[in-house]
């Protein structure tokens, strides 16, 4: 049997372009194939979130369906899509053979967990069967399964035995299963694992692309009965591949490393975000620092060096370092770079606000600094018809060291699921992999600081707090343990309040790309007022 393995990136609610996309593949690869097998929910773009409630787009989805189905001819068709049955509404996988929708098999296990929601608007399968169907002139049976169906070691109902007790003679699982660090190799394990206990072929077809916050990696695959992987797809690459299970063989996956993981699903991220709203120019402030730095290379990676302007706003307390790193920052990676000072600017507000702040020196003349430069990069974004990037990392966002309406505006924030140290990680990986150096020396080797008043330096060692915030946030669970793993309780309880009192902030804070298993956005859900003494 050939399969097609389709691992395409859908937009969510564009069901004319999206039905396009799935048309084409299937006019072109029909000959080439036996079966085409498309990820979870490629019609409506994953995840759709309320549109699911809009009746107007569950029943064009169904059209759409219909639309696609009366194309397919001799080779079948599997597709994720929704459907709808007596008001309950299915995440579903629909089978298309001969000119019409032949079969649906809906999920069974709805995540409930981190950024998935999906009890909310679907109902679970009450039933696991496998489907029949005439491949190649053959009758095989299709145990038909969806995304977290994969994982159901800690359900009740284990969807992959189930199918294969009922005669499956082969596993296929379609999935939108986001991406964040380590990922593809938990999917393998927990694949492999199935497979060497039921001994089937297992496909798994993944979505890839990027949505809001979310990231997909594709890294669709095929492991053997004897648990070898016999094709896998490359990551955040919308490919099809054909796979002819009877003459493959095992394969070595080249298995990328960290830093280059997230500088890919970052620039996906980047691209998609763009790409999908309509957008090309970015703007971003270059600082002279490293997260401004890492943010303008992700994003000349991502949209080209033509589409990006990066703008320094120096004022009395900048350092010449500073406007020259970015400076050279700008000249490496080829964009447009514009000086605007803020010094007469920031002056003339201090003087008209002196009734207010009496000739002081504190947080209030500080944070004007970062709202004048935010003022500044909005308003260039407008003029330019632009999408102002924000520079943010995750350890500062976190604890709360980032000013409103400053350098916290922007559309998105593209490093705010990267601790500090990854930040640095990331740059270090950029130079060494890239022909000349492409972020300064300096920018990674200085002190970080905001310079917002004289001899300014961050407030924290990046190598010891970025670890220990990381797990305050994804472990709250586990605060108790921290001190056992040698950080003091005075520090621990300072970082603890620091995380719980910025909430506020974050909640109004751009949306941020996911990378790590808990981000700040959809999937970390705490109150803004919140009394609970961790």
């Not at 089978?95 to 019409?100: D, I, T, Y």
């Not at 296929?172 to 206990?197: D, L, T």
């Not at 394969?251 to 999908?276: H, M, N, T, W």
């Not at 080829?334 to 002081?360: A, H, R, T, V, W």
Request: proline share 5%; with cysteine; aromatic share 8%.
């Amino acid at each position: 049997m050939k399969v097609a393995l389709a691992q395409i990136n859908p937009t969510v609610g564009a069901l004319s372009n999206n039905s396009d996309k799935i048309s084409k593949i299937i006019q072109i690869y029909s000959s080439q194939c036996d079966l085409i097998i498309f990820p979870e929910m490629c019609l409506t773009g994953y995840p759709p979130q309320d549109l699911l409630l809009d009746q107007a787009f569950i029943k064009r989805a169904s059209k759409a369906l219909n639309g696609i189905a009366s194309r397919v001819q001799n080779t079948p068709v599997i597709l994720g899509t929704i459907r709808q049955e007596n008001n309950t509404l299915f995440n579903t996988a629909a089978v298309l053979a001969n000119r019409e929708v032949f079969e649906y098999r809906d999920k069974t296990h709805l995540p409930t967990y981190d950024v998935f929601d999906e009890d909310r608007y679907f109902s679970p399968s009450k039933s696991r069967e496998p489907i029949e169907l005439s491949i190649n002139g053959n009758k095989m049976k299709l145990g038909i399964e969806i995304c977290e169906d994969l994982w159901d070691e800690d359900y009740e109902i284990k969807v992959n035995q189930e199918l294969i007790q009922k005669g499956a003679d082969i596993l296929i699982n379609i999935s939108a299963s986001p991406f964040h660090i380590n990922r593809m190799n938990e999917r393998s394990y927990i694949i492999k694992g199935i497979v060497n206990n039921l001994k089937c072929y297992f496909i798994y077809c993944n979505l890839v692309g990027a949505q809001d916050e979310l990231v997909f990696d594709g890294q669709s695959c095929i492991v053997n009965p004897e648990g070898k992987i016999v094709s896998h797809l490359p990551a955040f690459k919308e490919l099809v591949e054909v796979v002819d299970l009877k003459n493959c063989f095992p394969i070595e996956v080249p298995r990328a490393c960290e830093e280059e993981e997230v500088f890919q699903a970052l620039s996906l991220g980047v691209k998609d975000y763009f790409r999908k709203t309509g957008h090309k120019k970015a703007i971003i402030g270059l600082s002279g620092g490293i997260d401004s730095a890492l943010t303008a290379t992700i994003a000349q990676n991502a949209l080209g060096a033509e589409n990006i302007i990066g703008i320094a706003m120096p004022s009395i307390y900048s350092s010449e370092h500073s406007i020259e790193d970015a400076k050279i920052l700008a000249e490496n990676l080829g964009i447009d770079f514009q000086i605007i000072p803020i010094k007469k600017i920031n002056e003339q507000m201090l003087d008209d606000l002196s009734p207010i702040l009496n000739g002081s020196s504190g947080l209030a003349e500080e944070n004007l600094q970062a709202r004048i430069r935010g003022n500044i990069l909005m308003t260039v974004a407008n003029k330019e018809r632009a999408l102002l990037l924000n520079t943010g990392n995750k350890t500062e966002t976190a604890l709360g060291y980032c000013t409103m309406y400053g350098d916290m505006a922007g559309a998105l924030a593209v490093i705010s699921d990267l601790n500090k140290s990854q930040v640095y990680a990331v740059s270090r990986w950029i130079n060494k992999n890239a022909d000349n150096v492409v972020i300064p020396k300096n920018s990674i080797n200085k002190p970080p600081s905001a310079e917002l008043k004289p001899d300014q330096v961050d407030p924290f060692d990046y190598d010891l707090i970025s670890p220990l915030v990381d797990r305050i946030i994804s472990e709250p669970h586990n605060i108790s343990s921290l001190e056992n793993d040698g950080y003091s309780k005075e520090l621990i309880s300072v970082l603890v309040k620091k995380v719980h009192f910025s909430e506020y902030k974050r909640r109004q804070a751009a949306p941020g790309l996911r990378v790590s298993q808990k981000a700040f956005g959809i999937g970390r859900r705490y109150p803004i007022v919140n009394k609970f003494d961790t």
